[in-house]
């Protein structure tokens, strides 16, 4: 990690914040948790792995990756985050009125900062195409769209990492 890739991560996020109409809000089904978000995701991925499956109460999280300054935080005490196992170091959020899962804040040493949103909270209009799957090997059932699977940790996790750093061209 050196300053090359530092500034390749700051490139990359002032590119992708230029053409983004601001204040975009996400928000959950009873409207209690609302917040906005002021840059294109990083990218989508479904996630496999049994802690999603649990957090979201289906197959698979389907998320949406931002930077962490991308994303506002929404209002305290709206919002009741838990860690289901450390590390990785992600805190996951649901709504403290519809219990919705909301935001997830993966904040790490060593690593960009990054919020995780549900598709579920995002305009569709704004919503950008899954880009891979992630712990496929823990799917309730195949997926066959011809993207990416990647099967176990270390596949999983670096699949993700590198899409962080190097996204592709919108
Ligand atoms: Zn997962
Ligand atoms: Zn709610």
Avoid: W
């Avoid at 530092?6 to 590119?15: Q, R, T, Y």
């Avoid at 109460?57 to 935080?73: C, K, T, Y």
């Avoid at 011809?146 to 190097?166: H, N, W």
């Amino acid at each position: 990690m050196g300053n090359t890739l530092a500034n390749a991560v700051m490139l990359c996020s002032l590119d992708a914040t230029s053409e983004f109409d601001p204040m975009k809000a996400a928000q959950c089904a009873c409207g209690h948790v609302h917040f906005d978000i002021r840059a294109r995701p990083r990218f989508r991925a479904r996630c496999h792995c049994t802690i999603c499956q649990r957090f979201n109460q289906a197959p698979f999280g389907d998320i949406v990756v931002f930077r962490a300054g991308d994303v506002d935080l929404p209002p305290a005490g709206t919002v009741e985050y838990a860690a289901y196992r450390p590390p990785p170091n992600v805190q996951r959020g649901v709504c403290s009125s519809c219990a919705q899962p909301v935001l997830e804040r993966f904040e790490s040493p060593l690593f960009p900062k990054l919020r995780f949103v549900p598709a579920a909270l995002i305009d569709p209009a704004e919503l950008p195409r899954v880009s891979f799957d992630v712990f496929y090997e823990r799917r309730v059932a195949d997926i066959d769209d011809g993207l990416p699977k990647y099967t176990g940790y270390l596949p999983s996790q670096l699949a993700f990492m590198k899409q962080v750093l190097f996204p592709p061209a919108v």
